[in-house]
């Protein structure tokens, strides 16, 4: 909280923060500081929306970072709950990531391809940390054919 504040009064005056201002950040409660947040967005001509798109940016760029952490720590993989399957295609020698199954056979239907496993691993992780999980929207030709066949 220390460091966000710090960061915020830095960005909206451009130099460097006094001793005064950071004391002052921190005795603010929540209200006064989402007040003088406000404020200062208003009087710097910053909106709430683009400070919040930087927010959703920098919030990307640590949950890859984290991914990174992640998949260089193989304590932390075998602890994480990868909601991808990692697999290696054994005639191109390629790693990939499925992020879809045919919803009639679980066949694996849409993948990222990788060179390395480690980096399947981290895109895995990386998606998950993310909030994605893998579709089934839709039947892959060869299982619809067998069903319509049956």
Not at 110 to 131: D, H, P, V, W, Y
Not at 135 to 145: E, N
Request: glycine letters at 4%; hydrophobic letters at 30%.
């Amino acid at each position: 909280m220390k460091k966000h504040i710090k960061n915020i009064i830095n960005l909206f005056n451009h130099r460097k923060i006094e001793k005064e201002d950071y004391i002052e950040s921190i005795s603010l409660s929540s209200s006064d500081f989402e007040e003088k947040y406000r404020n200062e967005c208003s009087k710097h001509a910053v909106t709430i929306e683009k400070l919040n798109g930087l927010t959703v940016v920098s919030s990307a760029k640590e949950k890859i970072i984290e991914s990174y952490e992640i998949a260089l720590d193989p304590e932390r993989v075998e602890k994480t709950k990868i909601n991808f399957e990692v697999d290696i295609d054994d005639k191109s020698n390629r790693w990939s990531v499925i992020t879809g199954y045919c919803q009639l056979g679980g066949c694996n239907q849409e993948e990222l391809i990788f060179n390395s496993e480690f980096e399947a691993r981290r895109k895995a992780i990386e998606l998950t940390l993310n909030g994605n999980k893998p579709k089934s929207t839709t039947s892959c030709p060869s299982c619809f054919s067998e069903y319509m066949n049956s």
